[in-house]
């Protein structure tokens, strides 16, 4: 009798064990089996989140498998003050084709050498990719593909949680992937629809799955990518409107944009921007950001010591203006690149160090100083101006 109600007993456990199983979960993406392979990787059930996520190259987990992580996760505290060492896709090379593993280990490196207090963890790094016929991937993604990077980024970013590090979720398009230029506003908006807004909100749903501290939820600081939708300089539908009439129609899309994502991702959402006003006019200076948690702005110093002087009294200038329209909204300089390629005659290594100093001083004594800065360390060419920043990251 014993032994029949064990067996009687195995049987129903597994009965409830397939019910269960048959569940719906309320994801990003619902898309049908998408032929990873169940339970082929018999680890997936036990292994640590860091094992999983050097794993990522073979086997994406599905929702279901991450959901001993999800559930647990929480939104680390937000630092006062933020300081990123910003990682560079081109610096994680891996000899053996592991992505997800080099860039882990970059990471690693970057904090144990500048000791910042943000994740510099990216989305491209991660697969798929390319699609399943060995096609290049189209943007906005979509789909099971979608579902995939989401899924693998979730995997890397609560990896980077579990180490004490906020994370910031950006999909930036491959610089390889050129913008959409539409001739027609109602085309344009009918890809919004279609397209863009979909991709947006599996993103926001996946960032408030993984507990995001941050999210960017545009692929290119917003004026240039405006500009390339809309064909201005490129015989656009925006090509000869005027000022305001751009404003209007980029205030409109933002506002789309923040109203939608905000339904789905409750952590810090970012507005992030950039216009060269040392060279451009200041049409983007009266943008208003309202809504948003945090404005990021970048900055990319240019040709030697006295322009970049002169560069950043003009962003610091125009960037006062919009965080005053945008009801004084905290600001991150949170991309300080400093390229070899905008220096006259190559002799940015004489004079890195002294670049970085320029702009931290600036920043600092700017009427409405930065809440956080974030050098680009994959473009640092000198050990001076490495460890000058080191040092900065150290004393703040």
Known sequence: MRTNFKYIFAFLVLIIIYSCSKEP????????????????????????????AINLMQYIPTWDELKRFTDNA?????????????????????????????????YDDLFDTYK????????????????????NLTYPL?????????????????REKSKGRPT???????????????TSETVFNQWVDAKYMPEKIAEAKAAEIMKAEY???????????????????????????????????????????RDEVKKYYHGKLIAHLYNNYFQRDSLWENMT?????????AIFPTFDVETTELYMDAQIHHYTKIIQNSGNLPWVASEISVFEKYFQNGNLRSIE??????????????????VGISPGAGVILTDEAKNYIIQYFNSH
């Open 289 to 297: 950001y309202e809504g948003f948690d945090e404005l990021h702005m």
């Open 74 to 106: 929480q939104r680390l505290p937000y630092p006062n003050y933020s300081k990123r060492a910003l990682a560079w896709g081109e610096s994680i090379q891996p000899s053996d084709g592991n992505y997800a593993k080099e860039a882990m280990k970059y």
């Open 353 to 370: 160090k002294q670049i970085y100093e320029t702009v931290f001083t600036k920043l600092e004594n700017a009427p409405i100083p930065p």
């Open 25 to 52: 979960d309320n994801n990003p993406i619902d898309p049908p089996d998408d032929g990873d392979g169940g339970n082929e990787i018999s680890f997936i059930d036990t292994a640590s989140i860091e094992a999983i």
């Open 142 to 158: 979509s789909g099971e593909i979608l579902d995939k990077k989401l899924r693998a980024c979730t995997v890397l970013f609560l």
């Open 168 to 182: 910031t979720f950006v999909n930036f398009w491959p610089p390889t992937v050129e913008d959409p230029n539409f």
């Open 215 to 257: 999210l960017i939820a545009w692929p290119l600081e917003l004026e240039l990518f405006v500009q390339n939708v809309g064909g201005i300089g490129n015989g656009g539908f925006l090509e000869n409107k005027p000022g305001e009439e751009i404003l209007t129609f980029a205030n409109n899309f933002k506002n789309k944009i």
């Open 116 to 135: 910042p207090n943000i994740s510099p963890a990216l989305f491209t790094v991660l697969p798929p990719f390319g699609n399943d016929d060995g096609s």
